[in-house]
């Protein structure tokens, strides 16, 4: 069964909080990322767990190992149940983020789940710096690393959800670019339907501006539940 993660992609801790507030109780998990967790800080995470939400941070983190296993075990201790890393940072670096979270103690607060990311949906064709070979085949390749560096899951498009799922049983599909028919891309670039994404096997859907730039974001997410649902 798939699940929604609401990105909070807002300025404000004020607005992120209130539109977490309409989404209670609707959407399991919120995502927390560069803009807002730079504004808001830890606190915010421990106030949107309060609330009852599964928290995700969203920080890819793309550093020195030693930096990087710091970084996520300082997120298990503010609250995180998920987090990014990019696959890029390589094997040494994934693997100290995975004995970082596998050394936590048994009374940490939380131990996130470490998802690497692949190719950012933003990118088509082209136009990643430096690599000519298509974006599915590059995020194909780094799911199979991440999968043999012990993370849980990776970050891809629904329209790579399935050839990774099959490639790399067992290794959990986080898709961004989700866009319900009629809505606009904005600058991402290898999008997919709520509804083909969860067919093509994504474990979880990222949603951020067709929720947050509407009128009424609780009937949008409403609207993106439903769709899942009947695609299960
Ligand atoms: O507004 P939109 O639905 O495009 O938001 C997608 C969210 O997912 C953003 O917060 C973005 O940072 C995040 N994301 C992404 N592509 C990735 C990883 C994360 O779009 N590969």
């Not at 789940?113 to 194909?140: H, K, Q, R, W, Y």
């Not at 891309?185 to 999008?191: N, P």
């Not at 969860?198 to 974001?217: H, K, Q, T, Y």
């Amino acid at each position: 069964m798939a699940q929604l993660i609401v990105a909070l992609d807002l300025p404000r801790k004020d607005a992120a909080l209130s539109l977490a507030r309409d989404l209670q109780g609707l959407v399991p998990w919120c995502k927390v990322g560069m803009e807002l967790f730079t504004l808001a800080g830890p606190g915010l995470l421990e106030s949107l767990r309060t609330l009852g939400f599964k928290v995700f941070l969203d920080l890819k983190f793309y550093d020195i190992p030693h930096t990087v296993g710091r970084a996520v075990k300082a997120a298990a201790t503010v609250g995180v149940d998920l987090l990014t890393l990019h696959c890029q940072g390589g094997g040494r670096m994934c693997r100290e983020a995975r004995a970082a979270v596998d050394g936590l103690a048994a009374d940490s607060p939380t131990r996130p789940l470490l998802f690497g990311v692949t190719v950012l949906t933003s990118f088509a064709a082209g136009e990643m710096p430096g690599i000519a070979a298509a974006p599915a085949d590059v995020a194909m390749n780094l799911a199979a690393d991440a999968q043999g560096w012990g993370l849980d899951g990776v970050v891809c498009s629904g329209q790579e959800a399935a050839r990774i799922k099959a490639a790399s049983p067992g290794l959990l599909c986080l898709c961004p670019g989700i866009r319900p028919a009629g809505t606009a891309a904005g600058d991402q670039r290898r999008i997919m339907t709520p509804a083909k994404a969860v067919a093509a096997g994504a474990d979880f859907l990222v949603v951020g501006r067709p929720i947050l730039e509407v009128p009424s974001p609780a009937e949008a997410a409403r609207r993106i539940l439903a769709e899942m649902d009947a695609a299960e």
